[in-house]
Nanobody, 126 residues
Framework: QVQLVESGGGSVQAGGSLRLSCKASGNTDRTNSMGWFRQAPGKEREGVAGIYEDFRTRSIYLAGSVKGRFTISQDSARNTVYLQMNGLKPEDTGMYYC?????????????????WGQGTQVTVSS
């Protein structure tokens, strides 16, 4: 089992920034990548960002709607992944979930997720 604990959500005005953190524990070698998903009320959960990184290579996925505004990074020594969100828009509002799974650094798909965090709320007001 892998446990994921998110932190860093909150409420900001449009144009503001937030940094989400997710610490993984347990059998982390069961997955090869981590990512962030979000779900707005009445909408399906969607992949926002994913990352795969080892000593030789790094692969990052960012959804088109967040490119140029969001950055995903990873501190392997701390088993922690971060999502830096700048230039936030009201449409970024939703519950943000940390995820661990396969090939999330290529494309963050719900079907590729093996473990989910409990979620952290992000609210952006206009």
């Amino acid at each position: 089992q892998v446990q994921l604990v998110e932190s860093g959500g909150g409420s900001v005005q449009a144009g503001g920034s937030l940094r989400l953190s997710c610490k993984a524990s347990g059998n982390t070698d069961r997955t090869n990548s981590m990512g962030w998903f979000r779900q707005a009320p009445g909408k399906e959960r969607e992949g926002v960002a994913g990352i795969y990184e080892d000593f030789r290579t790094r692969s990052i996925y960012l959804a088109g709607s967040v490119k140029g505004r969001f950055t995903i990074s990873q501190d392997s020594a701390r088993n922690t992944v971060y999502l830096q969100m700048n230039g936030l828009k009201p449409e970024d509002t939703g519950m943000y979930y940390c995820a661990a799974g396969s090939e999330l650094g290529t494309r963050a798909q719900v079907s590729a997720v093996s473990y989910w965090g409990q979620g952290t709320q992000v609210t952006v007001s206009s």
